[in-house]
Nanobody, 129 residues
Framework: QLQAVESGGGLVQSGGSLRLTCVAS????????IGWFRQAPGKEREGISC????????NYVDSVKGRFTISTDNAKNTVYLQMNDLKPEDSAIYYC??????????????????????WGQGTGVTVSS
């Protein structure tokens, strides 16, 4: 069973930074791809970043490009999301999960979970203006 324990969220002022941590179980961070998702109140969950372990290539949704960075520590089976220059619209519950990888000559991770029915509790981020 795929499980993840997210932490590191909190309350921060606009322009501030946070680093989220996801400890994985049931899957390993050095195989396949892992992603971060978020869900704001009243909105659907959206994928924001993913990292392909094969080549360390990352993808980001436009709204977080240049501000967020995804990384892994495979020895700890842990995924991080460094979030800088936070904005009020970044306020949400953040989750991590294994994600799909495209096929072809240059596989890349996509912002879709492998199992859309298996999520951790997430960690909340609130950005005040």
């Amino acid at each position: 069973q795929l499980q993840a324990v997210e932490s590191g969220g909190g309350l921060v002022q606009s322009g501030g930074s946070l680093r989220l941590t996801c400890v994985a179980s049931g899957f390993t961070t050095d195989y396949g791809a892992i992603g971060w998702f978020r869900q704001a109140p009243g909105k659907e969950r959206e994928g924001i970043s993913c990292l392909n372990s094969d080549d360390n290539r990352a993808n980001y949704v436009d709204s977080v490009k240049g501000r967020f960075t995804i990384s892994t520590d495979n020895a700890k089976n842990t995924v991080y999301l460094q979030m800088n220059d936070l904005k009020p619209e970044d306020s949400a519950i953040y989750y991590c999960a294994p994600v799909l990888i495209t096929t072809g000559l240059q596989p890349e991770c996509v912002l879709r979970p492998i199992d859309d029915d298996s999520w951790g509790q997430g960690t909340g981020v609130t950005v005040s203006s």
